[in-house]
């Protein structure tokens, strides 16, 4: 496929959404606080359960996608702290290295994988969201509030929904657990409300960006989000023997923009919030350049 069709028909649809989030921010200052805890606590939490119980990926297949995506984590944020401790970057370390580790699986993730490769990409999605959740908010988390306290790791970990969720769909799973029909209705209308509001809300928030300055750390710690990103995941899933289909969407999810939810930790903690708020505007901004680029190359 030509980069200008994908661009076209892939990347084009979700800025078109983006930008909305991002026009109604500027004119009525929207509550992007309140957006996101829906998006946290009910949307993502809901489409990860939806995928463990109906989707057609084995076991083999979900095994493959947490064990590649926490592989990935440990080694693409060793790489970025042991580069973000020169000189020229060391006291934005935390913020730089957690920036080019983390990406966003949520709100960007999910409309692009679906578009770009269907269901079955949406379900790949939904299954590297509590993965990377778990790194996040311990190895994360650690990082950006300059704690050492593995108890205060524990205790936020455990306030993440979406890990309940995967593991009350993995319970359903493995028992054959039948769902009630009077809950099927409401989990799938809640599924099919994501696509809008998470970019909706990932353009408000890109609204409120500082986007001028810090050129030489947003420069690199983007390189290391967009293009060597998708090359570790790459090296480890040939490591591993993983599939080609299912290698081909790890490498393009792992080619995504920073998480919003680096921007979220490093305000609460006081850490660059700044360069953090940057870092997603601008990883997100270059991302329509280099996930059509990215998606020829895997297809």
């Known amino acids: 496929m030509l980069p200008l069709h994908i661009f076209y028909t892939i990347v084009l649809p979700i800025f078109i959404i983006i930008g909305v989030g991002y026009l109604l921010d500027k004119v009525f200052e929207l509550d992007i ?3 996101t805890k829906v998006l946290f606590y009910v949307i993502s939490p809901v ?5 463990l119980v109906g989707t057609e990926l084995g076991s083999t297949e979900i095994f493959y996608i947490g064990a590649i995506v926490i592989i990935y984590q440990f ?22 290295a957690c920036s080019s580790t983390f990406f966003n699986s949520g709100n960007y993730g999910f409309p692009f994988m679906l578009l770009a490769f269907g269901e079955r990409g949406l379900e790949v999605a939904a299954l590297v969201i509590p993965a990377q959740a778990l790194i996040l908010f311990s190895l994360g988390l650690i ?21 309940y969720a995967l593991v ?5 799973r ?30 408000a928030q890109l609204s409120r960006s500082k986007i001028d300055g810090n ?9 290391l989000r967009l293009l060597v990103g998708p090359l570790a995941v790459a090296l480890i899933a040939l490591l591993m023997d993983v599939p080609r289909d ?9 080619g995504l923009p920073t998480a919003v939810n680096i921007f979220i930790l490093s305000k609460e903690f006081g850490k660059s919030p700044e360069l953090a708020s940057q870092m997603v505007f601008w990883t997100t901004l270059l991302s329509a350049i280099s996930l059509p680029l990215l998606l020829i190359v895997v297809r």
């Open 75 to 96: 080694v693409m944020y060793a790489i970025s702290h042991g580069i973000f401790s020169l000189k020229p970057f060391r006291k934005d370390r935390p913020v730089l």
């Open 168 to 172: 009350l769909g993995l319970i359903v």
């Open 143 to 163: 990082s950006l509030s300059g704690e050492r306290s593995l108890k205060e790791s524990a205790k936020r970990l455990i306030k993440v929904p979406i890990l």
């Open 174 to 203: 493995l028992l054959n657990i039948p769902i009630p029909e009077v809950l099927t209705v409401p989990l799938k209308e809640i599924n099919n409300g994501m696509v809008p509001l998470a970019l909706i809300t990932l353009g």
């Open 47 to 51: 489409i990860t359960f939806n995928t």
């Open 215 to 223: 050129l030489l750390p947003i420069a690199s710690a983007s390189t």
């Open 246 to 254: 299912l290698t081909a969407m790890l490498i393009a999810i792992a």
């Open 33 to 35: 606080a309140t957006l």
